[in-house]
């Protein structure tokens, strides 16, 4: 988990956060990007967006960490962020409930930190850093991070949609561990993994087919495994679940059995 080289720009090659803003609705992809989207998407899958394992995962994201802001939170770190969207992003989530909350915003993709780094201009409290998930030692050590964030108070850990990017060689239970033994008692946990429990096994293998051409590879695992990452910390209700079944508000729709999501509090 040494330091390693960041990816440069590159329209040629599928990268997943512009996959991922693509299927959120968003501008910032090309066409090999769209191309991938469009092969995991199956109209006779899905009916309507939000049922996509991404918009599921979106709108855990932003209830989880008003949950967490509600709860006494006010130190997030969002580890493989993605490109930001027009609203609800961690920071504007966090700081609804308070404007002192601090929000780091991690992600090794040149265009996402651009683009974060233009959206947090003038905004306090907030920074964005270019770093790899997969090198934990040094996003913890950053100076941006630590001049901003004290890990001796707690701290929310945010990795949505980022550990089925890492496969079992680059040692996720490694990264995760890094993670969790730098938060203070009181910090918590946020994990989103797409699980190979929910869909039929052929859908699943040629999801991750899909990927094969992506910059970025993935690695569907089962509920225990994801269960797993979280170590010895205590997971708050409802436990490991669906992403629509974790704290549904009135409109959630129901789960797509793709993706599993969990938050965790360190005792």
Not at 15 to 42: H, M, Q, T
Not at 193 to 220: N, W
Request: hydrophobic share 40%.
């Amino acid at each position: 988990m040494g330091e390693r080289s960041l990816p440069t720009f590159d329209p040629s090659t599928p990268a997943e956060p512009r996959i991922y803003n693509y299927l959120l609705g968003g501008k910032d992809n090309f066409a090999v990007d769209r191309e991938v989207a469009d092969k995991l998407v199956s109209k006779r899958r899905y009916i309507g967006r939000w049922q996509y394992p991404a918009i599921e995962n979106r709108r855990f994201m932003e209830r989880a960490v008003r949950h967490l802001a509600e709860a006494g939170v006010r130190q997030f770190i969002d580890v493989g962020c993605g490109f930001p969207t027009e609203k609800d992003n961690v920071h504007q989530i966090a700081q609804a409930v308070d404007p002192s909350a601090r929000v780091v915003y991690v992600d090794y993709d040149p265009e996402v930190h651009v683009h974060f780094r233009t959206m947090l201009d003038g905004v306090p409290n907030t920074v964005a850093i270019r770093a790899d998930a997969r090198g934990p030692k040094e996003i913890l050590a950053h100076p941006d991070l630590t001049a901003l964030i004290d890990l001796a108070e707690p701290v929310a850990i945010l990795l949505i949609a980022i550990l089925h990017h890492i496969p079992d060689e680059d040692d996720p239970d490694g990264v995760v561990a890094c993670f969790r033994d730098a938060m203070a008692p009181g910090g918590y946990l946020v994990i989103s993994h797409l699980t190979s429990d929910g869909p039929p096994p052929i859908a699943a293998r040629r999801f991750e087919q899909a990927f094969e051409p992506v910059r970025e590879s993935m690695t569907l695992r089962t509920r225990d495994r994801i269960r797993s990452f979280f170590g010895d910390l205590e997971l708050i209700d409802p436990g490991l679940v669906d992403g629509g079944h974790w704290r549904p508000d009135e409109d959630e729709t129901p789960p797509s059995n793709w993706l599993a999501v969990g938050v965790a509090k360190k005792p």
